[in-house]
């Protein structure tokens, strides 16, 4: 996981951003496992 001096979290999986870290860290566990995204996940994701 990456984070942006904005405040954001990358996922390093997918590269979606998040606001919140416990969401990106989801979301790269997610990825990481099943080289997929989670819609409920990245339905958090800042454009
Ligand atoms: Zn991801």
Do not use: D, P, R
């Not at 997918?14 to 496992?33: L, M, P, R, S």
């Amino acid at each position: 996981m990456v984070v942006l001096t904005k405040g954001f979290y990358v996922c390093e999986e997918c590269k979606f951003k998040y606001k919140e870290k416990t969401i990106a860290q989801k979301c790269e566990n997610w990825c990481k496992k099943h080289k997929s995204c989670n819609l409920e996940v990245t339905k958090h994701a800042i454009n």
